[in-house]
């Protein structure tokens, strides 16, 4: 029988088929052989023991894994970001933009608060970027129907820091949910006790949500290690004009004849993420070998 991985807790997996049956599976142990983690989000086949329960004997290939929470095979990450208190932090947004993309996990952006500041100067560099953005007032529900058309079908994670408005936002977008103010790490899976409890829940539209961490302290280096001269692929913006500098090697920084920032000084990419994508680049390059190797580079 063939089944979604919903639930993971101590061992134990929720299996949902798409009937809407749920089964506790554990996993065979071929899985601890080959040192293979079962996780959140995995398509899977397992076989009925018993009434209720289960074996997981295979897991379909993964299109994308998240670290924090572990979960696989997702359509997209949702960015909650919040234009005033606490403001926008450019440098860690696109810290995250460009982790999805090297895992190639496509993002939409969600602008909450546009009653405390203007989205329009924010909007403008993500949509310039190519993200998908919506802008919606928890208060009045304006803007809802944008971010769920974003959001339809598929699996979602929602990531947001705190007063980000993600609770409010899950409540106006998933009513069902009945989610209190300040409760969604608690009800979708994180907190101070349910750090190894992860689930993903029906949004009632045929797909499925999840919440991550805040991510006030990310620190790109630490959480994607990788070869400096890799980033201007996690920006697609930039990977447009990166073919068309003057020498091989260009690392977009400094350059005399770099096309990237030809295009920045033009306006065809916005300062802000150029100027992330050098702190960034800057972080990557402090990594020694080991820290490289480490992560599965050569």
Same mark, same amino acid.
């Given at each position: 029988?063939? &089944?979604?991985?919903? !639930?993971?807790?101590?061992?134990?997996?929720?299996?949902?088929?798409?009937?809407?049956?749920?089964?506790?599976?554990?996993?065979?142990?071929?899985?601890?052989?080959? @040192?293979?983690?079962?996780?959140?989000?995995?398509?899977?086949?397992?076989? #009925?023991?018993? $009434?209720?329960?289960?074996?997981?004997?295979?897991?379909?290939?993964?299109?994308?894994?998240?670290?924090? /929470?572990?979960?696989?095979?997702?359509?997209?990450?949702?960015?909650?970001?919040?234009?005033?208190?606490?403001?926008?932090?450019?440098?860690?947004?696109?810290?995250?933009?460009?982790? +999805? +993309?090297?895992?190639?996990?496509?993002?939409? *952006?969600?602008?909450?608060?546009?009653?405390?500041?203007? #989205?329009?100067?924010?909007?403008?560099?993500?949509?310039?970027?190519?993200?998908?953005?919506?802008?919606?007032?928890? !208060?009045?529900?304006?803007?809802? =129907?944008?971010?769920?058309?974003?959001?339809?079908?598929?699996?979602?994670?929602?990531?947001?820091?705190?007063?980000?408005?993600?609770?409010? *936002? *899950?409540?106006?977008?998933? $009513?069902?949910?009945?989610?209190?103010?300040?409760?969604?790490?608690?009800?979708?899976?994180? &907190?101070?006790?349910?750090?190894?409890?992860?689930?993903?829940?029906?949004?009632?539209?045929?797909?499925?949500?999840?919440?991550?961490?805040?991510?006030?302290?990310?620190?790109?280096?630490?959480?994607?290690?990788? /070869?400096?001269? =890799?980033?201007?692929?996690?920006? $697609?913006?930039?990977?447009?004009?990166?073919?068309?500098?003057?020498?091989?090697?260009?690392?977009?920084?400094?350059?005399? &004849?770099? @096309?990237?920032?030809?295009?920045?000084?033009?306006?065809?990419?916005?300062?802000?993420?150029?100027?992330?994508?050098?702190?960034?680049?800057?972080?990557?390059?402090?990594?020694?070998?080991?820290?490289?190797?480490?992560? &599965?580079? $050569?």
């Amino acid at each position: 029988m063939e &089944g979604l991985i919903i !639930r993971s807790l101590g061992g134990f997996y929720t299996v949902e088929s798409e009937d809407g049956t749920r089964t506790e599976c554990r996993g065979r142990g071929i899985f601890r052989k080959d @040192a293979t983690t079962l996780l959140v989000g995995d398509r899977c086949i397992f076989e #009925p023991t018993e $009434p209720g329960c289960g074996s997981i004997t295979a897991i379909a290939p993964r299109k994308n894994i998240l670290q924090r /929470p572990p979960v696989a095979n997702l359509d997209r990450l949702a960015l909650v970001v919040s234009l005033a208190d606490p403001a926008p932090n450019a440098l860690v947004l696109d810290q995250l933009t460009a982790i +999805a +993309a090297r895992k190639n996990i496509p993002v939409a *952006l969600i602008f909450t608060k546009p009653d405390l500041a203007d #989205p329009a100067p924010w909007t403008a560099i993500y949509q310039k970027a190519g993200y998908p953005t919506a802008v919606v007032n928890n !208060r009045t529900g304006e803007g809802a =129907e944008d971010a769920a058309r974003l959001l339809r079908g598929g699996v979602t994670a929602f990531c947001g820091n705190s007063g980000a408005g993600k609770s409010s *936002l *899950l409540n106006t977008l998933y $009513p069902a949910l009945r989610l209190a103010t300040g409760e969604i790490s608690k009800k979708l899976g994180r &907190g101070r006790h349910t750090t190894r409890h992860v689930e993903l829940f029906g949004d009632g539209c045929g797909g499925y949500l999840c919440d991550t961490p805040g991510f006030s302290a990310l620190e790109f280096a630490r959480s994607e290690p990788m /070869p400096a001269s =890799e980033l201007a692929a996690c920006f $697609p913006e930039m990977a447009q004009y990166a073919g068309g500098c003057r020498y091989t090697g260009c690392s977009h920084r400094t350059e005399q &004849g770099c @096309a990237v920032r030809e295009a920045v000084a033009k306006g065809e990419i916005p300062e802000s993420r150029h100027r992330s994508y050098v702190t960034i680049y800057n972080e990557l390059k402090q990594l020694k070998e080991w820290e490289l190797a480490k992560a &599965g580079r $050569p």
